[in-house]
């Protein structure tokens, strides 16, 4: 599992574009690029992503 730092270090490097894939009803797979960015470094950590 990938740590909270060591994803927005990877997102940095990536220039905060990254790539999420879903697998629809039908088996075939959806992907997207999407911007990526950690929101907070504290307690609960949050996560960021936007679509477009």
Do not use: C, K, Y
């Amino acid at each position: 599992m990938t740590t909270l730092p060591d994803f927005a270090d990877l997102a940095r490097r990536e220039q905060g574009l990254g790539v999420v894939s879903t697998l629809r009803a039908d088996l075939s797979i959806h992907s997207s690029v999407v911007n990526l960015a950690a929101m907070s470094a504290t307690p609960p950590p949050r996560l960021g992503m936007s679509a477009g």
